[in-house]
């Protein structure tokens, strides 16, 4: 990410931690400060590019990999992430506060900036393009962060279910209470909508939300709410204006950050920064987790992502598959961008809405995952014709799993199917038991953690934390 002058992170950054809530609120005097911070085009571009580098992206990809089936635990792991292997989570735990105030920082960040906006005066036309253009990013990081802790911390995806506190602003000593998952979604879908109506469609980057990025988020979180006709039109919209990678080449090029066109939002990472590798494998060799045997057998020959899922040592031993995702470079190991959108998605959330709709077009899904199976394969992949409706969505379900694979997204989808976890015996060597997770337990979602609870008497924590 661009520098940002070190004074100006102490500024908006406010304060140190003390407790989760402190995520969201600020002091009154950083307000104080914020006023003379933030007075131009130019202090609200670099606050931006502020709430950009906040992003974390690799929390939500490193948590909802290791709890389910697509990982095992490696010999040479030396306890990283084995409580989330082996759900041992507990309010006190160090994952979910760090995901709630990592999230809660970027949303305070974006809402610094949107209250800035209303008295910074524009002089000319540029100006006022510029200015509408970092609102609506500010708009889409704000509805991405609301997304994905409401996918996080919501035990429940009905409705009426408690989902995670609406911060829309601002807070200065705020206590908020946990909104219903229906007013969060609702609120996502507001934002996004504003922030598609100030950016442009298509962008100049890919490391910046764009009107397309937006509407990807948006047909995603039409799929959660069950909204399936909009998620059809959204995500049509999407693939009618984007590429998706056809060629073993350009596909393994997503992956080594040399071919963006499938990108729709990835955070860019630098030398200095974040390793997303480092998740899965340390910049000295040691791994601490390998691919799943489960996930390795289901691959099939011929398909470009088996290089790219398991990258096998030196001894090409199955004991031993490495995550071949985010490998880095010899340079820098496990350094690799963050791709948080990216058309093949839109497919899966077609194919799967088409299904789930009122009147299912069964052709219809069909066709999208011969799209798709054939964009990553050698081999003339032909369609397939579902026998109905759960035929087609376990077949989806099983291209999600192969396509996404440790991009954030099977310990959602095992939920949203209802389904519980089931691994391998050859998989929980060394995980405690943990084998088998029933598709109604409470760890589907994580515990508000202890310090918020502490810190906010409106708070209510999730069921049997």
């Avoid at 140190?16 to 402190?22: G, I, R």
């Avoid at 991405?144 to 000593?173: G, K, T, W």
């Avoid at 200095?272 to 489960?294: A, C, K, M, P, Q």
């Avoid at 918020?452 to 008497?457: D, L, P, R, V, Y």
Wanted: charged share 25%; net charge negative; with cysteine.
């Amino acid at each position: 990410m661009k520098n940002i002058k070190f004074l100006y992170i102490l500024i908006l950054t406010g304060f140190v931690m003390t407790s989760c809530s402190d995520a969201y609120e600020v002091e009154p005097d950083d307000e104080v400060l914020e006023e003379n911070a933030l007075n131009t085009i130019n202090d609200l571009e670099r606050g931006l590019i502020g709430a950009y580098s906040a992003v974390s992206g690799s929390n939500v990809i490193g948590y909802s990999s290791r709890f389910t089936d697509d990982l095992k635990i490696a010999a040479s792991n030396r306890g990283q992430g084995i409580q989330v292997f082996t759900w041992s989570i507990v309010a006190s735990t160090n994952e979910p506060a760090g995901i709630w105030n990592n999230i809660y920082r970027v949303i305070n960040r974006v809402n610094r900036l949107i209250e800035a906006s209303d008295r910074i005066v524009t002089e000319n036309d540029a100006d006022i393009a510029r200015k509408n253009r970092i609102l609506g990013e500010c708009y889409a990081l704000r509805a991405l962060s609301h997304f994905d802790l409401y996918r996080m911390f919501s035990q429940s995806y009905e409705l009426n279910a408690l989902s995670i506190p609406i911060v829309d602003r601002v807070f200065v000593f705020d206590q908020p209470s946990r909104n219903t998952v229906e007013e969060v979604l609702n609120f996502i879908e507001a934002d996004l909508i504003e922030a598609e109506s100030r950016l442009d469609l298509m962008p100049d980057s890919n490391e910046f939300m764009s009107g397309l990025a937006a509407k990807a988020l948006r047909a995603r979180l039409a799929l959660y709410a069950g909204n399936y006709e909009q998620a059809v039109a959204l995500s049509t919209q999407v693939i009618n204006n984007s590429t998706i990678a056809t060629t073993r080449t350009d596909y393994l090029g997503i992956w080594n950050d040399t071919y963006n066109e499938e990108v729709l939002f990835k955070l860019s990472r630098n030398a200095g920064e974040g390793r997303i590798g480092t998740l899965f494998t340390d910049t000295n060799g040691d791994i601490f987790f390998n691919v799943s045997l489960e996930l390795y057998g289901e691959l099939n020959a011929g398909d470009y992502r088996n290089g790219v899922i398991v990258d096998f040592d030196n001894s090409e031993s199955l004991d031993n598959l490495i995550v071949g995702k985010y490998l880095g470079t010899d340079a820098n190991p496990g350094l690799n961008d963050i791709k948080l959108l990216r058309t093949s998605e839109q497919y899966l959330i077609r194919a799967e809405a088409n299904l789930r709709k009122q009147n299912p077009d069964l052709e219809a899904a069909a066709i999208d995952m011969e799209t798709l199976k054939n964009a990553r394969n050698d081999n003339v992949i032909p369609r397939e014709d579902y026998a109905d409706v759960a035929d087609g969505l376990n077949d989806i379900l099983n291209e999600r799993r192969f396509e996404l694979a440790y991009e954030g997204h099977r310990m959602f989808d095992l939920k949203r199917y209802d389904l519980g976890v089931s691994r391998l015996d050859e998989d929980c060597d060394n995980a405690a038991g943990a084998c088998d997770l029933e598709s109604d337990s409470h760890l589907f979602a994580l515990p508000i953690p202890q310090q918020e609870i502490f810190a906010n008497e409106n708070i209510e924590q999730n069921r049997n934390y």
